[in-house]
């Protein structure tokens, strides 16, 4: 059975054909530009690949590129999209609507783009990729939606609400709903089963550090806490994002420089984080050289990401009163040892030994606490796509 997952953006579609005989991925690839010039860049499981510029003015086009890249040409991996079973589409945005990965109907449509206004950027772009795919596929080919929010829905009020005028979260809904859900989830699950464990008998960190960052608090099987909010601003310093600071930073700045809500909310999250400290780049691995030639601002920009990511963590232990397993993933908690090495380092008080041999493993499945150690130290790559295609499977096996 072959599952098409699709994360549709504002101007971009990426997609893998995943073949759940295996769990193999027999295709990948990624449409871009949408809108504008339009591009598409697709690869096969033996590593070929082709990229062309092709007009893709909206979403329909781009998903029939898609639709040719896999049925036609050389690198073709199926004979028609009949093959298809199903298709799985990431959805940033479920409220408090959507607990659930979901089949999708005319309501279910309806009610993601009815959340536009909480993930102005995503859920329009959802809708559209889901729009074109029911054009391309027909109805008839079931389509599942799994949300970035759904895995924290589970937090308490005491953690998912703040602290302003009662009736904001009345009247617009304003709360924690956090995101990078299928990454934790399938991080946690994962760390359980390497463990020998059940879910429920661990106390687990959970940290996402890539362009964008999240760390979640999982307990008994649930999560608990999470450290991106009401959108993926929240939370600890990233790529480009602030994470949370003190509101009056913002007004002072707005009033300054004479700046609108919407600059100051892109200031926030396009200009800030390495990018706006270090000056240089938004990318980790460009900042981490720039500080090891000596920069200071890129120096500055590493070592405020890592000591924020230390103090959530040790937040969360007490949140949670103890843990048992810290898990790191995304392009930085998959890659950067020194990170790793820092965060572990501060965790000391809490009985975290690592050791250095294993924590120079890159991109890889690795424990990295030793035996000593009270608490669990592991890398595990994340694998959002193959959740939304194991959830799409589970819903249309119903
Ligand atoms: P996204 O959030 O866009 O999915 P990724 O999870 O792919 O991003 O993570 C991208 C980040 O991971 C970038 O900042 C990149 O520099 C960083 N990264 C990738 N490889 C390394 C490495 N070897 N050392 C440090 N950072 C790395």
Redesign the pocket.
Known sequence: MKILVVNAGSSSLKYQLIDMTDESVLAKGICERIGATGSISHKVADGRKFEADIPMPTHTEAFQCLVEALTQGELKVIDSMSEISAVGHRIVQGGAIFSQSTLVDDQVIEDIAGLADLAPLHNAAHVLGIKACIAALGKDVPEVVVFDTSFHQTMPPKAYMYPIPYEYYEKYKVRRYGFHGTSHRYVSDRCAALMGKDKKDIKMITCH????CSISAIKDGVCIDTSMGFTPLDGFMM?TRTGSMDPSVLTFIAEKEGMSPKEISDMCNKQSG?LGVSGLS?????V?SAAREGNQRAKLAVEMQRYEVAKFVGSYAAAMNGVDAVVFT???G???LR?REYVCGQLGYLGVVIDPERNKS?GKEVELSTTASKVKIWVIPTNEELVIARDTLALISK
């Open positions: 550090l890539g362009n964008g790529g390495l938004n990318d980790a691995r460009d981490n995304g392009g930085i998959e890659n950067d990170m890159q």
